[in-house]
Each structure stands twice: as structure tokens, then as C-alpha cells.
């Protein structure tokens, strides 16, 4: 008997099967075309993904045009001595928090003086968590020039590489919308000035 697939959808709006794995379009390849319109770019600060984010935006023939690079910041010592994450953040809230995920972004897009710059850390499992801090717990930051960095909040049910696989989606499912809403705006721009 062939196993059945069920579609779960996570709060950024991206569908995913029971691994984890994408059932969107092409995510990353919508996205691209977007920042390339935009003339933006775009860069990753990674821990608990170990570089997905970034392995999927470079899946994409041109991507040199807009991806700048990315950091896997698996240590709380990478993440001070690379992106610059403060000691007393990592301290007072952990390496798996919103002000972590915050920091990494900042830190990343400043590192790379990027457009945009997306984080990931998290509990990937299957263990490593707690009561408070669950397996599956992961924050998502992401950073624009010109405006404060913000995170989302996920708690993923999958294994690891489905925690895994659940995160990145939702990170570019991000970055996907927020290149969106510029296109929009900018569209909407254009159309008020004729």
C-alpha cells in the first residue's frame, strides 16, 4: 500500500507534504524573477537549516544576479563572531529565539550589505528540546535595508529533515512575500503617476 501524502499549511502560506517538502510552485524561481525586477538582493544566516535557505536559491540558473552569499552559524560562537549576534542576546533569550533570529539577520544583512537578508534557528530534533523550547521550534528572521528586523514563530511536527525541509519553505515562502509586496508597491507607484 502506497503511502498518503497530506498537505499541511504553515502560517506564511506555503503548502507543504509530510516531510516537509515543498508542493508550491517553484519558490525560489518565483523569487528570483521578483528581486531581479526589484534589482534586489539577498543573503542567509543559517543554523539549524545548515545552508538549505541558500542551497535552494542557488538551485536556480542566474542567481548570481541577486544572492550575495550566505553563513551557517551552527555555534552561538559563530553566530557572535560572524553576524555579530550579541553574547548578552545569545544569554538572556538563547540561541533559539526571536531576538536571535533577529540579530542573525541584521548581522547577515550588514555582512553583506544586502537587500534582504533571511535567519533560521532552531530545534531541528529529534532532540535538544524542552518544555519550553520544543523539537520543532524554529525562528525565522528576516531583515530589510532600511527598516527593522522582525521574526516569525514555527513549531514544526515533522523529523529533522522535515523540520528542516518545513523552515526553509517557510523562509522563502517569506521572502517571497515581502519581494511581492514591494513589486506591488512599486506597481502601484507607477500606476498613480500617469
Given amino acids: ?9 504553515v502560517a506564511t502560506g506555503g503548502a507543504m ?10 519558490a525560489e524561481a518565483r523569487l528570483g524573477a521578483l528581486l531581479l525586477a526589484l534589482g534586489w538582493t539577498v543573503c542567509t544566516a543559517e543554523s539549524c537549516t545548515g545552508g ?4 535552494r536559491l542557488t538551485n536556480i540558473a542566474g542567481s548570481s544576479a541577486y544572492v550575495l552569499g550566505g553563513v551557517v552559524t551552527y555555534s552561538n560562537a559563530a ?12 544569554i538572556a533569550y538563547g540561541a533559539v529565539s526571536e531576538q536571535t533570529a533577529c540579530e542573525m539577520a541584521e548581522g547577515a544583512r550588514a555582512l553583506f ?15 535538544g528540546g524542552t518544555p519550553e ?14 527598516a527593522a528586523a522582525q521574526a516569525r514563530r514555527h513549531v514544526w511536527e515533522f523529523d529533522r529533515v522535515g523540520n528542516k525541509n518545513a523552515s526553509a519553505e517557510a523562509a522563502l515562502a517569506w521572502l517571497l512575500e515581502r519581494a ?15
Avoid at 502506497?2 to 498537505?7: S, Y
Avoid at 538549505?52 to 542551497?55: E, F, G, I, P
Avoid at 544586502?114 to 532552531?122: N, P, W
Wanted: glycine content about 12%.
Fill in 1 to 9: 500500500m502506497e503511502p498518503m501524502t497530506e498537505t499541511t499549511t
Fill in 17 to 26: 507534504d509530510t516531510t516537509g517538502e515543498s508542493v508550491l510552485p517553484n
Fill in 52 to 55: 538549505l535557505v541558500a542551497h
Fill in 79 to 90: 553566530k557572535e563572531k560572524l553576524i555579530g549576534v550579541r553574547r548578552e542576546t545569545l
Fill in 113 to 127: 550589505d544586502a537587500d534582504l537578508a533571511v535567519s533560521i534557528t532552531g530545534i531541528a530534533g529529534p532532540g
Fill in 133 to 146: 523550547k520544543p523539537v520543532g521550534l524554529t525562528y525565522i528572521g528576516l531583515a530589510q535595508r532600511g
Fill in 180 to 194: 511581492l509586496a514591494a513589486a506591488n508597491q512599486a506597481s502601484s507607484a507607477r500606476d498613480s503617476g500617469r
